[in-house]
């Protein structure tokens, strides 16, 4: 959800606009739903990779409260 409101603020402000290296008029002339499609893509790449690593982290907690506790 953070990154999410993140885009929404870079979005907001500009900073698309900016990195684009286009002027403004060449911006609206040239609006498709790339930009859409490119602010989703890095969504899902942050998401995915929260995803990934939250299943790590449930897998090795899921292996130890299966594992057998050792005597000593």
Do not use: C, N
């Amino acid at each position: 959800m953070v990154t999410l409101v993140a885009i929404g603020a870079l979005e907001y402000f500009g900073v698309s606009r900016i990195l684009g290296g286009r002027t403004p008029d060449d911006a609206q002339a040239s609006y498709a739903p790339a930009k859409e499609i490119f602010w989703v893509a890095i969504f899902f790449v942050v998401w995915a990779t929260s995803l990934l690593a939250a299943a790590r982290r449930w897998g090795g907690q899921l292996k130890r409260a299966i594992a057998r506790p050792t005597k000593r």
